[in-house]
């Protein structure tokens, strides 16, 4: 059972929209940037957005990130089979002293 | 470019040792925190540790505190990981990641991992 809560699948077609939700608390979300991984098949994880909502070079802006409350999101606009991945959030969390990470959220480009 | 490149995975019975390292290159080592993170086969990614850019400050999870033991020489530019105790549960492939902006959350870029499997 992670800390921070995703759904574990989304899907969407090509040029779609799809969001992917991180609950937390205020431990962590909404006292703490979020940050989001994106795990493409079979290699390492990557950077995809820090401090809640800025894209590090060479992401497009095809990805957003947002946080209200103790919770965040990542938004994916138009849709492309290379966004297939795993897509992890990630906080600090000031009662464990510890970071914590989402389960996961599997992306499936139908 | 920045590089992470870590080493010293393998098959280890329960109970065992194992020291992984994580080798950087790039940027100004110990200027950076740094961390370690893993993920078991076919599960979620999973934090373990983090370490200062002095070494003075270090973070587990409670899943290993007190068997793992993060540390770094600043000199030959390498981060470790001292896992004692080991068990079937610790197997994974653990990941090594640079620390941005003073933070121990903003993790950029990683290494390719390494992959310990505890086994009898």
């Known amino acids: 059972q992670s800390v921070l809560t995703q759904p574990p699948s989304a899907s969407g077609t090509p040029g779609q929209r799809v969001t992917i939700s991180c609950s937390g608390s205020?431990?962590?979300?909404?006292?703490?940037?979020v940050y989001w991984y994106q795990q493409l098949p079979g290699t390492a994880p990557k950077l995809l957005i820090y401090t809640n909502s800025q894209r590090p070079s060479g992401v497009p802006d095809r990805f957003s990130g947002s946080k209200s409350g103790t919770s965040a999101s990542l938004a994916i606009s138009g849709l492309r089979s290379e966004d297939e991945a795993d897509y992890y959030c990630?906080?600090?969390?000031?009662?464990?002293?510890?970071?914590?990470f989402g389960g996961g959220t599997k992306l499936t480009v139908l | 470019e920045v590089q992470l490149v870590e080493s010293g995975g393998g098959l280890v019975q329960p109970g065992g040792s194992l020291r992984l390292s994580c080798a950087a290159s790039g940027f100004t080592f110990n200027s950076y925190a740094m961390t370690w993170v893993r993920q078991a086969p076919g599960k979620g990614l999973e934090w373990v540790s983090g370490l200062s850019g002095s070494g003075a400050t270090t973070y587990y999870a409670d899943s290993v505190k007190g068997r793992f033991t993060i540390s770094r020489d600043n000199s030959n530019n390498t981060l470790y990981l001292q896992m004692n105790s080991l068990r079937a549960e610790d197997t994974a492939v653990y990941y090594c990641?640079?620390?941005?902006?003073?933070?121990?959350?903003?993790?950029?870029?990683w290494g390719q991992g390494t992959l310990v499997t505890v086994s009898s």
């Open positions: 990641a640079k620390c941005s902006s003073g933070t121990y959350t903003w993790f950029d870029p």
């Open positions: 990630a906080a600090w969390d000031d009662s464990l002293s510890g970071v914590v």
């Open positions: 205020s431990s962590n979300i909404e006292t703490h940037y």
